[in-house]
């Protein structure tokens, strides 16, 4: 049992911003797991529901939980919620430990997906546990569970040479020549969060954390 959690904002604005592309990589795993045999046709048009934050549809199918849209799925034979706080990026602790409490699962089941301005366009790290590290919405997970005990996959979204404010950069949408770069950098993190929940997080450490990106540039154009 996984509580993942993507973070980012909602709305049509963020899509393509560094800050979300916690959202993305949850997008993913929704999609790709409703490809499974045996999902219902209706449920995998709920994937595009859960992409475009349609509340109202998930809402009546209670996908709307403690102000979060989840989606339950199977990912290896293990059950999985997958999660995507509403409430900005910067109250999202709220949302992750009021599920946590509706689900009764431990914070050792839990892992977030986040953006790191301190790791090059591409680069993934897999922890197990730490502080936020400057990110406002680990740092509000922290403050509500109480602890840092929970993995996380932290998304490289740093440029050399960047000038302006850091909350300029990872509010802005990416250029639009970004985005098949971004897709492939959120489906390719996508399959390291999978690794965690079938072989766990120090395999996946092992397998990840190393100073060659997950996605190049030249792979993704």
Do not use: C
Not at 104 to 117: A, E, G
Request: net charge positive; aromatic share 10%.
């Amino acid at each position: 049992m996984w509580l993942i959690v993507g973070l980012g904002n909602p709305g049509s604005r963020y899509e393509w911003t560094p800050h979300n592309l916690g959202f993305r990589v949850v997008d993913s795993l929704a999609a790709s797991a409703a490809q499974s045999p045996g999902v219902p046709m209706m449920e995998r048009r709920f994937v595009d529901y859960f992409r475009r934050f349609d509340l109202e549809k998930l809402t009546a199918r209670g996908m709307y939980v403690s102000r979060a849209i989840i989606a339950k799925r199977m990912i290896a034979g293990q059950e999985v919620v997958l999660a995507k706080p509403m409430t900005f990026m910067n109250e999202s602790g709220r949302s992750v430990s009021d599920l946590l409490l509706k689900l009764r699962w431990p914070v050792s089941n839990v892992i977030v997906v986040v953006d790191d301005v301190a790791l090059p366009w591409g680069h993934v790290r897999v922890r197990g546990k730490g502080s936020a590290g400057g990110h406002n919405g680990l740092a509000s997970i922290i403050t509500a569970l109480g602890t840092d005990g929970f993995a996380r996959v932290r998304m490289g979204v740093g440029v050399e040479n960047r000038f302006g404010d850091l909350s300029d950069y990872v509010l802005n949408p990416v250029p639009k020549s970004w985005r098949p770069f971004v897709t492939r950098f959120a489906d390719e993190t996508a399959a390291v969060v999978e690794t965690i929940v079938t072989e766990g997080i120090e395999p996946a450490m092992t397998k990840f954390n190393k100073k060659v990106p997950l996605v190049s540039w030249e792979s993704s154009v």
